[in-house]
């Protein structure tokens, strides 16, 4: 028996799944939430049971031992050396991780000299990093970077055309994200179809971040997000690809400071900058369905925004076998999936079974099959990729 833990550490929060690896099943999953507020909130799940505890937990080192504590409490472990293993999500590897990595010394001091370009999870991660070691010494620990699977995109898509010192000297450059879910998506269609040596699928991840992968052969070849989380599609508060002379506009000309501008297109952005509403995909339709114009414009731009990444990798593509959907917006919304297939079918042969969009439940074919290309539902599961990852590297 093997259990090993997957945890998402964030600035303020700490998300975690374990599992039992022989039979992958999750055992218990939870979110600390609000750590170093005044009153932060403890859920685990366990058993079809949800236990919620609201109390303050000043650091993430804390928050670790109140869940482990808990897990012992509820005699969901006897003792906490048979957790074996520990996966972390990393938002950022850079160019040095083409792959999940055990963590050493190494590991550590690039997930640190990283921070510049994730600054708000690299040192999240690494405080969740130690946290778990102190609390769990014997266990390995893995982690698992958002931004290795797309270490396959060629110079040519991950460039930017700027003066090419800013590559060689400050690694400016593609860097992409959502890599895990990307993997784990596409790697489940091209199961579905059947494991062809060739194979050309797109991804769109749409959640509250989002962004579409071209995975030809199993390869990410290029993706919506780039130097950043901030680029690509249109997402719940970012505004994704702009043209970049508005920052200097707005600097210029308004007089906004550029601290302000870059918080602005990420936080008060995308859907809820465009509705005025929500930054929630549900609450915008909501608003949109009541007769509320800037929502069905915020809505209209969104779509807009992926099927412009859907014509672009069918190009690069050279054609596509299947499309998947897949985070909260892609697995739960049927008139999402609808919509945006609908402003490709005509281009692209495809011919939605709209019992099998609105009436199905979880992984499924929602095309017909006179239909060109196969469009996916299929729910992302970055945990159990963190999860396997950890025990094949730590030989568990
Ligand atoms: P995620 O970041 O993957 O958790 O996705 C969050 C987004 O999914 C939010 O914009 C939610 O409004 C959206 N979402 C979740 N469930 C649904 C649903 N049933 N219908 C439409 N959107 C949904």
Redesign the pocket.
């Known amino acids: 028996m093997s259990k090993i833990i997957a945890v998402n550490a964030g600035s303020s929060s700490l998300k975690f799944q374990l599992f039992e690896m022989d039979d992958e099943s999750v055992i218990t999953s939870g979110v600390i939430e609000r750590i170093g507020l005044d009153e932060s909130i403890f859920t685990v799940k366990y058993n079809g049971e949800k236990i919620q505890k609201k109390l303050p937990i000043p650091t993430h080192k804390e928050a670790v031992q109140l869940l482990l504590n808990t897990l012992i409490e509820h005699n969901i472990v006897s003792s906490l050396d048979e957790i074996k293993g520990v996966g972390h999500r990393v938002v950022q590897g850079g160019a040095y991780f083409n792959e999940s990595a055990i963590i050493n010394d190494d590991v550590v001091s690039k997930i640190e000299e990283l921070k510049s370009l994730a600054p708000l999870h690299n040192p999240a991660h690494l405080t969740g990093y130690y946290a778990f070691k102190e609390a769990i010494p014997s266990a390995g620990a893995v982690a698992v970077f958002d931004t290795a699977f797309h270490q396959t995109l060629e110079p040519r898509c991950y460039i930017y055309p700027i003066p090419y010192k800013f590559y060689t000297d400050y690694k400016i450059r593609k860097y992409g994200a959502h890599g895990t879910s990307h993997y784990y998506v596409s790697h489940r269609v091209i199961e579905k179809l059947g494991n062809p040596e060739e194979s050309r699928v797109i991804v769109a991840?749409?959640?509250?971040?989002g962004s579409l992968t071209a995975v030809k052969n199993g390869k990410s070849i290029n993706t919506s997000m780039g130097f950043t989380p901030l680029a690509g599609i249109v997402m719940?508060t970012r505004s994704g690809d702009l043209d970049p002379s508005i920052i200097d506009y707005l600097i210029e000309e308004i007089g906004m400071d550029i601290k302000d501008v870059i918080s602005m297109l990420n936080k008060e952005s995308g859907?809820l900058g465009v509705s005025g509403v929500s930054?929630?995909?549900?609450?915008?339709?909501e608003a949109a369905q009541a007769g509320h114009e800037r929502a069905q414009l915020a809505i209209d731009i969104y779509f807009r925004r992926i099927i412009a990444y859907i014509g672009r990798y069918f190009i690069a593509l050279g054609g596509c076998d299947a499309i998947a959907f897949t985070?909260?917006?892609?697995?739960?919304?049927a008139?999402?999936r609808k919509e945006i297939i609908g402003l490709v079918s005509e281009a692209l042969g495809i011919v939605i079974d709209d019992d099998a969009n609105e009436n199905g439940e979880g992984e499924r074919l929602i095309t017909k099959p006179e239909s060109k290309i196969k469009v996916y539902v299929i729910p992302?599961n970055e945990e159990l990729v963190i999860a396997r990852d950890t025990k094949r590297l730590l030989n568990l």
């Open positions: 991840h749409l959640g509250a971040g719940g859907l930054s929630d995909f549900r609450d915008v339709i985070a909260g917006i892609g697995e739960n919304s008139y999402a992302t």
